[in-house]
């Protein structure tokens, strides 16, 4: 019986539900971006490579250093790391080389170009390129750990994005459901009913509310859209062979939860 929300949006509900939740996110995210995240270094200053490591590693990060382009690249490519620091200026390829390879191989890595003042030209090309944010050298240690953890976030609140609650799991990024482990193949629309109905585990909803959550638009109050659609949504969740836990309540709407 416990829903765990990991999503940021859930325009229906309430703002305070929304505020707490929020938190909850961002508590869970910022524990999730400390513990075990690998850093790659991909810089050939000696003086910034024991800067960076030293700092770093204090917050608990691991480190490892690439001092050329190309080591740089063969490494992000091999291993799996949670936030890369580029600089761009880099001895047998330009970290505006490397980036776009990864941008190719890898699409969702967080990189973090690192540059000198006067390199506004390369910062912008490097954010256009696909960096997701630079920093200006020097660098205080305060704003280098601020800038990692900030991107950390990003990749965990992405890769936490799901909804579960009575034997439903439902991926918001790759909009796969499963119920008991199983597929459950639904439609956009049907899709969009199970989250607002997962949302709101355990509570009632009224066809208007699903309506306007899932329809987004005033109807005649007399459609019987909304139960046409639970009927496919049931069936389908059904077919692992379990009744689905999607419940009628009379003259009211529906909800979706254990049946007592
Ligand atoms: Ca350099």
Redesign the pocket.
Known sequence: MTLILLDMGAAADSRRERASRADGDRARADSLAVENARVLLI???PGIVDFVRRGLEAEGFTVEAARDGVEGERMALAGSFDAILL????PRRSGLEVLASLRLAMPGAPVIILTARGEIEDRVEGLDAGAADYLVKPFSMAELVARVRAQLRVVAQASASALRAEGIEVDLLTRRVRREGQLVTLSTTEFELLVYLMRHHGQVVSREQILSAVWGYEHDPATNVVDVYVGYLRRKLASTGEPAPVFTVRAVGYRLGSSS
């Open positions: 810089e050939d200053e600089d761009l200026m880099l």
